[in-house]
Structure formats: C-alpha cells, structure tokens
C-alpha cells in the first residue's frame, strides 16, 4: 500500500474510533438521547472528516518533501476512512436500545483499533501485544473521561 494511503487510512481509522466513541460517550451520558447521540455521529462523521483530511492536508504541505498528488492521497484517504468508519456506528443505535448499542461499539471500536494496531506492529516487528495495550490504554481513557464530563454536564446544566 502506497504511503499516502497508509497515512491517511490509519489516521482517519484511529480518529473516526477515539473520536466518534467519545461523542457516543459523552453525549449518551449527558443527553441520554440517541436521537441526540446519532445526530452526533452524523455530524462528527462530516465535520471532523473534513477537519482531519485539511489538517493531514497541511501537515502533509508543511513537510515540503511529499508531491502534490501524494498529499491529495493522504487527503482523499483520511477523509474517506474517518468518514465511513465514523458512520459504521450508528447501525447498533438502529438496531438495538441505546445502552446496547453504546456496549456494541465500545467492543466494534476496540476491536478495530485492536486489529489495526496488531497490524502496525507486525509491520514494524514491534511487540503486538505492547502496541495494542498501549492503544486501548488511550481509548479507553477517551472514554472513561467523556463519560465523567457529559455527566458533569448533565448535573450543571440539567
């Protein structure tokens, strides 16, 4: 795989599952609304895809060592993952209550980020089992602390 694709791929990936968890978390938590939670998704999916693509777009830029079409790989790539991977969450608030669809993707989101993290390490002969802990570690973080704030939220501004 070309790496622009490769760069782009595993940012919008890695984003689209710490990100999009984060707003499940803490909107449910402070809203209990899946109307709320999959308006959230919808919205993530669209305005963070597009920041993130601008954001691997300038720093692609500012390296001033990739060509023009590589930079627009790297875009088009982290746009497109982060985007449809985003939108991959809201099929369990469709097909499930709420609570279980929140349970559903924590496990869907660990177990990509588990699987793409395997994968780097293995590219690397990295230790796998170091490079995932250390990757769950982090998301689960996004998630502890998310849900603390949008029940804080809740409490403040209920």
Do not use: C
């Not at 909107?27 to 919205?43: F, K, M, Y």
């Amino acid at each position: 795989m070309k790496l622009s694709f490769k760069t782009g791929l595993s940012f919008g990936l890695t984003s689209g599952v710490i990100t999009t968890l984060g707003l499940i978390v803490g909107l449910n938590a402070s809203t209990g609304s899946q109307l709320v939670v999959i308006g959230g998704i919808l919205t993530i999916a669209t305005a963070d895809a597009f920041s993130d693509a601008l954001g691997i777009h300038i720093s692609q830029e500012s390296q001033n060592r990739h060509s023009e079409q590589s930079i627009w790989e790297a875009t088009i790539a982290t746009f497109l993952s982060k985007f449809l991977f985003a939108l991959t969450f809201i099929v369990p608030f469709l097909l499930f209550k709420t609570a279980e669809a929140i349970l559903i993707n924590i496990v869907w989101g660990f177990a990509a980020l588990s699987f793409f993290s395997y994968l780097i390490a293995k590219q690397q002969k990295k230790n796998p089992i170091g490079v995932v802990l250390e990757h769950l570690v982090i998301g689960l973080l996004v998630v502890v602390i998310t849900y603390l704030l949008g029940n804080w939220i809740a409490r403040v501004f209920a």
